[in-house]
C-alpha cells in the first residue's frame, strides 16, 4: 500500500506557461515560457480539482482526460514543444495552461482580499481548453459556470490555434468568473452599463498586469528595445517600453497588432457614455496602466536604477505587482450594487491607506493624479471612510457573532437611526445581508490587519403608479434596489462605508434612465467577454 504525500496548507506547485502566446520567442526561438507558483491541491485525472476543472478534447472531439497530478498531491511539471506548429495539438500542456493560470488568477484575487473567494453558484469553474467553437464565442457562461475557449485560424499554424494558449485571455475570462462569484449583481439582469465595463476593466487589467509582473517577459521587451541603434538603458523611456508590454492578445489578429492596446491613440471625450463596455473601460485600465508607467519613470530616475536590463525589469514588475494588489483590494471596499469609477478610486485608496498607512512611495499620489487626467475624483483623504454621517453609532453588537452572523450585522444596521437615514432604506422591505466575511491581509511592516466585511442589499419592486409617487419618471414597472458594504475594525467598530442610497429619487432616476442602453449593449455582446477587432484583422487561414 502506497503512502500518500505529505502536505501542508500553503504548499505551491510550480507550473510552466507560456509568458504571453505561441509568438513571443525566446533567445533560441522557442515561445517563452514563464513559471507559476499555484496552490497545490488533491488533483484527480482530468484534470479536477476543488474549485477547476478542465476539458480537453481529443482529435475526434471527445473528452481526453489529462494527468497532471503527481502522486495525490500537487502537479506535475512539463514544458512546451519547442516547435511552436506542435502547440495547438499537445493536449497535455493545454491542460497544465488553462489550469496554472486559472488557478494563480484566483490565488491573486484572494491573496489581496485575504481570503477564499467561490464562484458563482458555489459550483466548479469548467475551463473548455480546446472547444471547437469560433473564437468570437470564446467566453464566460454564467449559466454553467464555464469558460470555453474557442479555435482561430492562423496562417501560421496548420491546425487551428487553441486561444486558451495565450495567457492573458485566460486570465482575462477567469476574472470575469471571479467577479461574478464575488459581486454577482455587478453582471446581473439589473446591473447598469458602469457594472458592464467595471467588469471589464478589471479583467483586462488582470491580465496585462499579470503578464507584465513577469520579469522575464518586461526583460525580453527591454532587450528587444536596446536593439535599436543608438538606444541604451539610460535613453529608453517606460512609455517606449509599456507600447510593447500593455497589449491585450498580442500578436494574434495579425503579425503586429493587439485585440486591445490601451496606451496608444487619443481617448474618446465621451467614453464614460460609451454603451460598448470596452470602449466605457478604456479610461479606467488607461488610467491604472499610467499609474504604473508613472511610478515606473520614477523608480528609474533613482541613482543606480538603470545598472542592468535585469534591474530595470525587475523594478517594473515588482511595481507592477503592488499596483494589481491595490486594484484587488479596493474591491473589498465596494458597494454590493451600482458601483462606478469614483466608487473603484475610492476603494483603491482607503484599502491601500488600511495595509500602507506612510505611502512613501507616493502609490496614491500618483493613482490619483492619473484617474483625475481621465475625469475621475475621489474625495480627500479624511473622507475616504464615508463616515461623515455616523459618527454616533450604538454598539450592541456582539464581536464573537459580528464576524460571521448576518443577523448580528442586521441587528447593528437597525440599532442605528443614523446608518439607515445615510443608506436611504426603507425601514418596512426587507433588508438581505448577503455575506459576513472575516479578513487577513499582511502590511509591508509585517503586521496583520484583521477586519470584517459584510455587504446588504435592499431590493424594492414598485409598480408605474408606485414609482410616479415617488418622484421618478417611468412608464413601465421599476426595481429600485441599493445597499451597501459596512467593514469593522478587529475591535468590532465600523471603520469605512461604501452606501448606495435605496430612496434616492436622483440617484434612482439616473440608473432607469441608464438601463436600456446598458440592456441592448448587452444584448449585442452576448455572453463572450473576449471581443477581438473587425474581422479583416483576423489572420487569414
Known amino acids: ?89 499537445d493536449r497535455r500542456f493545454l491542460a497544465q495552461q488553462a489550469y496554472a493560470v486559472a488557478a494563480h488568477t484566483l490565488a491573486s484575487f484572494e491573496r489581496a482580499l485575504g481570503r477564499r473567494i467561490g464562484w458563482a ?37 496548420h491546425n487551428k490555434l ?22 454577482p449583481r455587478w453582471g446581473d439582469a439589473h446591473a447598469g452599463a458602469d457594472q458592464l465595463a467595471l467588469h471589464e476593466a478589471l479583467a483586462d487589467l488582470v491580465a496585462m498586469l499579470g503578464v507584465f509582473t513577469a520579469e522575464s517577459v518586461v526583460e525580453k521587451i527591454i532587450t528587444v528595445e536596446l536593439q535599436t541603434p543608438g538606444a541604451t538603458l539610460e535613453s529608453i523611456d517606460s512609455t517606449l517600453l509599456a507600447s510593447g508590454l500593455f497589449r491585450f492578445a498580442d500578436n494574434l489578429f495579425s503579425h503586429d497588432k493587439a485585440a486591445r492596446d490601451p ?17 466605457r473601460a478604456a479610461g479606467v485600465v488607461r488610467a491604472v496602466l499610467g499609474t504604473v508607467l508613472r511610478l515606473w519613470r520614477a523608480e528609474l530616475g533613482r541613482p543606480g536604477r538603470r545598472s542592468s536590463v535585469h534591474q530595470v525589469a525587475a523594478a517594473g514588475a515588482r511595481i507592477g505587482e503592488r499596483v494589481l494588489n491595490m486594484l484587488l483590494r479596493g474591491l473589498a471596499y465596494m458597494a454590493p450594487v451600482d458601483v462606478g ?96 466575511r472575516p479578513s487577513l491581509r499582511i502590511s509591508p511592516d509585517g503586521f496583520a490587519v484583521a477586519e470584517i466585511g459584510a455587504s446588504f442589499v435592499q431590493e424594492l419592486r414598485l409598480s408605474p403608479a408606485e414609482a410616479k409617487r415617488l418622484g ?21 467598530r465600523l471603520c469605512f462605508a461604501a452606501l448606495k442610497p435605496v430612496l434616492d429619487v436622483g440617484r434612482q432616476q439616473e440608473l432607469i434612465n441608464g438601463a436600456d442602453a446598458a440592456r441592448s449593449a448587452a444584448q449585442r455582446m452576448g455572453n463572450s467577454m473576449f471581443h477581438p477587432p473587425a474581422a479583416s484583422q483576423a489572420p487569414t487561414p
Open 341 to 436: 469609477w469614483e466608487d473603484l478610486l475610492r476603494g483603491i485608496l482607503a484599502a491601500d491607506a488600511v495595509v500602507v498607512p506612510q505611502d512613501e512611495r507616493n502609490y496614491r499620489g500618483a493613482l490619483r493624479s492619473c484617474f483625475a487626467e481621465v475625469g475621475i475624483l475621489a474625495g480627500p483623504p479624511h473622507a475616504l471612510d464615508g463616515m461623515a454621517e455616523m459618527r454616533e453609532l450604538n454598539y450592541p453588537v456582539r464581536l464573537s457573532a459580528l464576524g460571521a452572523d448576518p443577523d448580528e450585522v442586521l441587528r447593528f444596521i437597525w440599532d442605528n437611526p443614523s446608518l439607515l437615514d445615510a443608506a436611504k432604506l426603507d425601514p418596512v422591505a426587507r433588508i438581505t445581508i448577503d455575506r459576513v
Open 1 to 89: 500500500m502506497s503512502v500518500p504525500t505529505p502536505h501542508r496548507a500553503g504548499d505551491l506547485s510550480s507550473l510552466t506557461v507560456l509568458a504571453q502566446g505561441p509568438h513571443l520567442m525566446d533567445a533560441a526561438d522557442q515561445p517563452m515560457t514563464h513559471i507559476l507558483r499555484v496552490p497545490s491541491e488533491r488533483l484527480l485525472t482530468g484534470p479536477l480539482g476543488a474549485r477547476l476543472e478542465v476539458v480537453v478534447l481529443g482529435p475526434r472531439g471527445r473528452r481526453e482526460n489529462q494527468v497532471l497530478s503527481l502522486g495525490d498531491w500537487g502537479a506535475e511539471d512539463i514544458t512546451p514543444p519547442t516547435d511552436p506548429a506542435n502547440l495547438p495539438t
Open 121 to 157: 453558484g458555489g459550483r466548479r469553474l469548467t475551463l473548455y481548453a480546446n472547444d471547437p467553437i469560433d473564437y468570437r464565442n470564446t467566453g464566460y457562461s454564467p449559466e454553467d459556470c464555464s469558460i470555453r475557449f474557442g479555435m482561430i485560424h492562423d496562417s501560421r499554424h
Open 162 to 183: 487553441p486561444l486558451v494558449l495565450y495567457r492573458d485571455l485566460v486570465a482575462h475570462e477567469v476574472t470575469h468568473a471571479v467577479i461574478d462569484g464575488y459581486r
Open 263 to 279: 496606451l496608444t491613440g487619443e481617448l474618446s471625450a465621451n467614453w464614460r457614455q460609451d454603451t460598448d463596455p470596452h470602449r
Open 472 to 492: 421618478l419618471r417611468t412608464t413601465a414597472a421599476v426595481v429600485l434596489r441599493g445597499g451597501g458594504l459596512l467593514r469593522f475594525d478587529e475591535g468590532g
